[in-house]
């Protein structure tokens, strides 16, 4: 795959025309697709958590592999469109892979697509050869996130370009809304990998809950707050991924279900929704004042700002929100506490803190945690320059 790269390339792209603020419809098919593998992967982790695992052909399965069918169709299609049939503009804002010519984030997209449907066939035969959930990061599930992955990346990155080609002033902010909501999947998909260190809320007292949150969370914030045109970028996003996760909390918390495999020590009646999300907004608001505030020339003194910034208002933030998460008052519909698998053996552990004794949060662990989220600040930085510049 070759594609140009500095200053000179950038300029070699051209611009979209004045006025041209449109979405095409294959950029809007890779926003769909993204979204349906995200729903499709909370939904099945709810299903696997109430019924169990009863069938390959199950309907989030059918929602997380409809993204990666509707983003290779579709992004394949402008490939072909583009190689064959393109504009010389089309062309030009093209990169080109064995002789086809297509957007650097639909390429991505069709990556992802490819790696997502052989996931498929292989995920099956890896359960009927060992067992059913052996365990979550198994081979075929690492191919599928990495696909998941890539056509929400390749997503983000055809708005992007879409973005940085239209001149600031006539710039639609809804490029930079839905920039902002597919980093809000993407954070969405942090949380997911991370469910064991930072799904839930008795986590939260522990030192590894804050090395994990500071090590991946400033990354996307950071980049979203440098690449996105929107007066809030990190707020948006973070506001965006909040709203995604209440409206899977409410909606699953409705559909009825029945445990079908042994053993049941928790029979449960409906889906069991996520956990409740990390609350976001407020670090990802300190990071959008320090970005307005700083100038361009002081990435490295930025990061460790922005680093040391987001991980105080996190901690303060978590540590007292889940421990409001732990009461009665977040049992209920809205938040959607207390709710756990059909094969948990229930007992007082429900509102307790984990691993406090075993991993307390001391000096030498929020040190750790602060140097990790400077280094993420700083890779956040340098990933929101390169997405800056991206017009192809």
Not at 15 to 31: L, T
Not at 313 to 327: A, H, K, M
Request: proline fraction near 7%; hydrophobic fraction near 55%; charge should be positive.
């Amino acid at each position: 795959m070759t594609t140009p790269a500095g200053p000179a390339a950038r300029a070699a792209a051209p611009s979209a025309p004045r006025g041209a603020v449109g979405v095409p419809w294959f950029v809007w098919a890779a926003v769909i697709a993204a979204t349906s593998a995200k729903v499709g992967i909370l939904w099945d982790i709810s299903w696997h958590r109430s019924i169990g695992r009863d069938t390959f052909w199950t309907p989030a399965h059918m929602a997380i592999y409809l993204g990666g069918v509707l983003a290779g169709l579709s992004c394949g299609w402008v490939v072909l469109k583009t190689t064959f049939a393109g504009t010389s503009d089309e062309r030009a804002a093209a990169v080109t892979f064995w002789g086809f010519r297509g957007p650097l984030g639909a390429w991505v997209c069709i990556w992802g697509a490819f790696a997502m449907i052989t996931s498929a066939p292989f995920d099956n035969w890896w359960h009927n050869a060992y067992g059913l959930d052996v365990k979550v990061l198994s081979p075929p599930h690492v191919i599928l996130a990495l696909g998941i992955w890539a056509v929400q990346l390749g997503a983000l990155f055809m708005v992007l370009s879409l973005q940085n080609r239209t001149p600031e002033r006539e710039t639609s902010r809804l490029h930079g809304l839905l920039a902002a909501y597919l980093v809000a999947i993407l954070l969405q998909n942090a949380t997911t990998v991370a469910i064991e260190q930072l799904g839930f809320p008795n986590d939260a007292h522990n030192a590894l809950y804050y090395k994990v949150a500071a090590g991946v969370l400033p990354l996307l914030l950071v980049a979203v707050g440098r690449a996105v045109r929107l007066p809030w970028p990190a707020t948006t996003a973070a506001g965006v991924y909040i709203a995604f996760s209440l409206l899977t909390i409410w909606i699953l918390q409705l559909a009825p279900a029945t445990p079908k495999l042994a053993p049941v020590f928790n029979p449960v009646t409906h889906m069991v929704p996520p956990p409740f999300p990390l609350l976001l907004v407020v670090p990802a608001a300190a990071i959008d004042l320090l970005l307005r505030r700083a100038g361009r020339n002081r990435d490295w003194i930025l990061s460790v700002a922005a680093g040391l910034a987001f991980l105080a208002v996190f901690c303060v933030v978590q540590w007292f929100f889940t421990e409001f998460l732990l009461t009665p008052h977040a049992r209920n519909f809205f938040f959607g506490g207390d709710q756990w698998d059909y094969s948990s053996r229930l007992g007082p552990w429900r509102y307790e803190f984990w691993r406090i004794a075993s991993d307390p949060v001391t000096a030498r662990g929020l040190a750790i945690a602060a140097a990790l989220a400077i280094v993420a600040a700083r890779l956040g930085l340098w990933w929101g320059n390169w997405m800056q510049g991206l017009r192809r």
